[in-house]
């Protein structure tokens, strides 16, 4: 592998590592520096966690990123309020006086994520009609978004859907 391709990569795991971080309470960073740091005293520990991260090595930081992705989503998982079914249903949305076609990726009562190569931000109203396999009507419902990455948008409803 080139070098330009192992500086690429080791930069797109700085930034992965970095957003993590700033899902962490205080607590779970300094957790997480006496971990990185371990057997000095608490007085010592106060190195920036950040340092402690560009000072590993390229593996150290990719298993890092797999430990933290684990451990954010158990933490996702935990502040659902409705049990989440993966599916893959079609979906004409409407925001901002834009029509546009997208796949729900999972549903629950509340809400849903929503996979679009869209450009959307948080709090941007949406509505969107759909059917759910073996129900003869559509649902139509709006939400806002709660949530924007790249693999797409998590919705949440303004009102709850009944049986999904």
Not at 91 to 101: A, I
Request: some cysteine.
């Amino acid at each position: 592998m080139s070098t330009v391709e192992n500086e690429s990569s080791i930069y797109e795991i700085n930034a992965r590592l970095f957003k993590m971080l700033a899902y962490m309470s205080e607590a779970e960073r300094q957790e997480l520096q006496s971990v990185l740091t371990p057997g000095r005293p608490q007085a010592e520990n106060r190195k920036d966690l950040s340092e402690s991260i560009i000072n590993l090595s390229q593996l150290k930081r990719q298993n890092l990123l797999e430990k933290l992705k684990n451990w954010h989503n158990s933490k996702v998982l935990e502040l659902r309020e409705y049990l989440r079914k993966n599916t893959f249903i079609p979906t004409e949305c409407t925001s901002d006086g834009l029509n546009f076609t997208d796949v729900i990726q999972d549903i629950s009562h509340g809400g849903v994520f929503i996979q679009t190569n869209g450009n959307f931000y948080v709090d941007q109203k949406i509505s969107m009609t759909f059917s759910i396999p073996k129900s003869e009507k559509d649902i139509t419902v709006s939400g806002k978004v709660v949530r924007a990455d790249s693999q797409g948008i998590g919705v949440k409803f303004d009102e709850l859907l009944p049986e999904v």
